[in-house]
């Protein structure tokens, strides 16, 4: 039989991610996380960002925070909160029966984007510099225009991080942000 444990193939950690909406799979939180416990894994909850328009949902409708996540997975595990970070937005708590850790990804209601440093790359080689605001610079043109030379992009990637923005104007009321789809963006 394959193996499919972490441990077996040579990952040291593996972290799943689920965005949670309301009335459509908050009733498996406590699955997720009975199945992360069982197979070793660390799992993030993440309140879901208004990215792409949507027509089949209002996202106010949908929004399910990261405390209502907690409070549902407090009624069968105690989550104690911990100071390891994976080097990104996740805020993690443990459990004192089990190795996994648990995640919360809270821009709505616990926003991070002071100490974000997350800068994304296209696959048409657009450096976008936040999720929630169109700001990018276009790396493929420079690529193209000096090939094989490193100098020139590392120069246009670190001017670049100038034109991070401070944060995102996100609200959970549905308003569309950002017309780019994840999909589009890459994770
Ligand atoms: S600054 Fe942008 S990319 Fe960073 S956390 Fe905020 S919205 Fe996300």
Redesign the pocket.
Same mark, same amino acid.
């Given at each position: 039989m394959v193996s499919t444990r972490r441990q077996d193939a040579g990952f040291e950690r593996i972290k799943l991610n689920a965005v949670i909406l309301k009335g459509r799979n908050d009733d498996e939180i406590l699955d997720l996380v009975d199945f992360a416990r069982a197979e070793g894994l660390d799992i993030s909850f993440i309140e879901e960002m208004p990215l792409g328009d949507v027509s089949d949902h209002s996202r106010g409708e949908t929004f399910y925070s990261s405390d209502a996540v907690q409070a549902r997975i407090e009624t069968r595990h105690a989550l104690l909160p911990s100071a390891e970070s994976s080097l990104g !937005?996740s805020r993690y708590f443990r459990m004192h029966d089990s190795d996994s850790r648990i995640g919360f990804i809270s !821009?709505h209601s616990h926003n991070? $984007?002071s100490t $974000?440093n @997350?800068v994304r790359v296209t696959v048409e080689g657009r450096l976008l510099l936040?999720?929630?605001?169109e700001h990018s610079v276009d790396l493929r043109h420079t690529l193209r225009r000096y090939p094989g030379e490193l100098e020139p992009l590392k120069q246009q990637i670190v001017a670049a991080m100038a034109l991070k !923005?401070e @944060?995102?104007h996100f609200t959970t009321d549905g308003d569309v942000q950002v017309v780019r789809f994840m999909n589009m963006t890459g994770g």
């Open positions: !937005p !821009p991070f $984007c $974000c @997350r936040c999720l929630g605001n !923005p @944060r995102h």
